[in-house]
């Protein structure tokens, strides 16, 4: 058999994508910069280790693989990205492929792919964590179409596969394309986890519901409208024992939360492209203050405590999260939709939702209608495709009983809150705005439009009306 592939980085994650492709009954030669880690993964191979060529030099691992090459890179993103691609300039020629598949920030992306390099380069998105990586993770790819058209047989054998067998992989655009989407996935991602976290401190500290209680509750939700992979994992945690004090996990989990940057990469690009996406903002700011222990903990010695007392039905709770969540996802279609504008991409919203069905963190059961909704019209806002129109028209009284409670009762709901103050935006067909414009010509003379079409453009001011 002839090796076409070859992969750099035998970490969490490229040793398990090198093991997932050999699998799939490609041949794949491998480096890593540490040569140990490079024996000690092949000695562990078992069986595949007969597909995988392991090599001690750059050189060797070029001359292992057969052009057309493609050489995957797993290391971190960032610098090392830019050592290795200048590492193996050299070494490569025109018809070679390098693919970027750690989480590199789009605009690095961009940057490389315009810059003039002696090989061929793509970028793609790869999530599922290490157990996506191994047994099918969804891939978005970003490149030119060649580079989609070579790999596309090795990304969609490895990739996830959703309920009706489609392979969780598909070419997103031309060069950052791939890692924007991932980005917009990783920033759903943080406001899905954000809001579950919400509705579990309704639960905790407004119902009084000890970590056992609030398991079978998102199991039961799984089994409805929410199924999905975060909600299931969120049972999960909740039931799970401390090994140590024989007492709930989660009640002995620190509450500050880490972060690699994704989901800040998505509010910053949200941001330069005018796209709101205040649910993910608000899970960004919400993982920024978690870690703040002290200063929250000087607060609550300050102001005290929040004593609430929620006496709503779970099923609002399940129902205001059916809301959030359509909100949420309105808001990230929409910022691609603004992103595929600003940079010229033709990015398929129907195929995003369909890529994010299965492999990655944010699989849902939702995705497919989101799928269908959006293959109905494309450029038209979630909230206002029927199907998702009339799940809100139930959801949102809930969600409005849940934010109004929490509230009034100091318990934070800064995801879901934020949601509804967008979609109360969104539905308000003469805004507020009117107010703003009369300032800004007041104190910068910036002018405004009239309603009525007629050219006064500026206001009269100091003579009351
Ligand atoms: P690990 O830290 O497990 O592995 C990093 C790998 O990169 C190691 O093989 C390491 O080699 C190598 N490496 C580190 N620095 C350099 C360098 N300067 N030059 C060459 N090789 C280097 O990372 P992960 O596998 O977790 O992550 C890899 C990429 O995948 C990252 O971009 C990450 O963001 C992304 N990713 C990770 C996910 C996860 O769940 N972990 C999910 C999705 C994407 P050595 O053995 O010599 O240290």
Request: charged share 20%.
């Amino acid at each position: 058999t002839v090796t076409h592939t070859g992969l750099i980085g035998l970490g969490t994650m490229g040793a398990a994508l090198a093991l997932n492709i050999a699998e799939k009954g490609f041949p794949i030669a491998v480096w890593n910069r540490t040569a140990a880690v490079t024996r000690a993964f092949h000695a562990g191979a078992g069986e595949l280790a007969a597909r995988i060529t392991p090599t001690d030099t750059l050189e060797a691992l070029v001359q292992a693989i057969t052009p057309p090459r493609a050489i995957i890179l797993m290391v971190p993103a960032g610098q090392a990205v830019d050592d290795q691609m200048a590492a193996l300039a050299p070494l490569l020629g025109p018809d070679d492929l390098v693919i970027d598949a750690g989480n590199a920030n789009f605009r690095d992306t961009n940057r490389r792919d315009g810059a003039d390099l002696p090989f061929r380069f793509m970028g793609i998105g790869v999530s599922g964590g290490e157990e996506g990586a191994r047994h099918g993770p969804a891939i978005m790819a970003g490149g030119p179409d060649a580079a989609w058209a070579q790999m596309k047989p090795l990304l969609q054998a490895i990739a996830a596969r959703a309920e009706d067998g489609t392979p969780c992989a598909d070419h997103m655009g031309p060069s950052g394309a791939g890692h924007f989407v991932k980005a917009v996935h990783n920033g759903i991602e943080y406001a899905d986890m954000q809001m579950i976290s919400e509705v579990y401190g309704v639960m905790r500290d407004g119902m009084a519901l000890p970590a056992a209680d609030i398991a079978p509750v998102f199991d039961r939700w799984n089994a409805g409208p929410l199924q999905s992979y975060l909600i299931e994992i969120s049972a999960q945690v909740a039931a799970a024992a401390d090994p140590i004090g024989g007492g709930p996990i989660l009640d002995m989990i620190v509450d500050a939360a880490g972060q690699k940057g994704t989901g800040r990469w998505t509010a910053v690009e949200a941001q330069h492209l005018a796209a709101p996406v205040p649910v993910i903002e608000a899970a960004v700011m919400a993982r920024n203050v978690s870690a703040r222990r002290d200063e929250r903990a000087a607060g609550q010695a300050r102001f005290g405590a929040a004593k609430a007392k929620i006496t709503l039905p779970l099923d609002d709770l399940e129902q205001a999260m059916i809301a959030g969540k359509i909100l949420c996802y309105a808001q990230g279609f929409a910022m691609m939709t603004a992103a595929a504008k600003e940079f010229g991409w033709a990015l398929d919203m129907p195929a995003i939702a369909r890529v994010w069905r299965a492999g990655c963190i944010i699989r849902s059961s939702m995705l497919n209608d989101m799928a269908q909704a959006l293959a109905e019209d494309p450029a038209r806002n979630l909230i206002l495709a029927p199907f998702f129109a009339g799940l809100l028209d139930k959801g949102l009284p809930a969600l409005r009983r849940v934010v109004a409670n929490g509230a009034l009762q100091a318990l934070p709901l800064p995801a879901l809150s934020a949601g509804l103050a967008w979609f109360d935006l969104m539905r308000q067909a003469r805004g507020t705005a009117n107010m703003i414009q009369g300032q800004r010509d007041f104190f910068g003379a910036h002018g405004f439009d009239r309603l009525d079409g007629k050219d006064a453009h500026h206001g009269p001011w100091g003579s009351p009306a």
